[in-house]
């Protein structure tokens, strides 16, 4: 299994809603990721997880919430979002942090498409 | 700071012709250079990648060759096909063992039957 699994593939929210995004990966990797994606852009880092751990939060507003349950899960809590902030919004894993020289292999889920309206 | 500048961003071929897309980084500690094809409604996939103690790299039809020196790496792709039309992303790795990749702006890739 070399998939990473995002749900849902689609969101429409309010702006005074909460919802969940959610992450799968059974590669036994130790670090996860969340990337944010806008339209015809690359990928923009937001956070990283490492052996559960909160290791990178990238001045991301407290209105997006990580977490990681397992090894194997992470979640994306998103609460009173602006129009701004939909994008495609990636999940990614790599089998662990940098070791000194040796950059690990990022893969990415398909995304989950989120609009705010 | 770090930059990644990848060329050209559009780039239209015919059906077996070959493609090549450019990236220049900026930080002369990166040492992970991995490409990534993105087609629509999907995420990146990794189709490649190098790192600093290799020049060139070969996949079937794809491979990637890179030039410490310059601070430069190359994606070519021979024998297009229809199924290569995509956009691409370049990345370096961050000089300091960070898990940060700096992203190229993409190479939006058109093969024309």
């Known amino acids: 299994d070399t998939e990473v699994t995002q749900t849902p593939k689609h969101l429409v929210m309010g702006m005074t809603n909460k919802k969940s995004l959610k992450c799968e990966q059974h590669?036994?990797?130790?670090?996860m990721y969340w990337y944010k994606q806008k339209a015809k852009k690359p990928p923009e880092l937001m956070f990283v997880?490492?052996?559960?751990?909160?290791?990178i939060n990238e001045s991301v507003p407290s209105r997006f919430s990580p977490e990681c349950p397992n090894s194997s899960l992470l979640n994306l809590h998103l609460h009173a979002l602006q129009p701004e902030d939909s994008a495609l919004y990636l999940c990614?894993?790599?089998?662990?942090?940098?070791?000194?020289?040796?950059?690990?292999?990022?893969?990415f889920g398909s995304g989950t498409q989120l609009s705010v309206l | 700071g770090e930059n990644v500048e990848q060329h050209p961003s559009t780039l239209s071929v015919q059906e077996g012709d070959s493609a090549v897309i450019k990236c220049t980084y900026s930080?002369?500690?990166?040492?992970?250079f991995p490409w990534y094809k993105q087609e629509l409604g999907k995420g990146p996939q990794l189709i490649i990648d190098?790192?600093?103690?290799?020049g060139e790299k070969k996949d079937q039809r794809i491979a990637v060759t890179l030039n410490k020196t310059a601070k430069h790496f190359s994606l070519h792709i021979t024998e297009t096909q229809p199924e290569d039309s995509a956009v691409y992303f370049c990345?370096?790795?961050?000089?300091?063992?960070?898990?940060?990749?700096?992203f190229g702006s993409g190479t939006r890739l058109l093969v024309r039957p």
């Open positions: 990345a370096a790795s961050m000089g300091d063992s960070s898990y940060k990749l700096i």
């Open positions: 997880y490492s052996y559960e751990k909160l290791s």
């Open positions: 930080d002369s500690a990166s040492n992970y």
């Open positions: 590669m036994g990797h130790r670090a």
């Open positions: 990614a894993s790599s089998h662990g942090p940098p070791r000194g020289d040796l950059y690990e292999k990022l893969f």
């Open positions: 190098i790192r600093s103690n290799v």
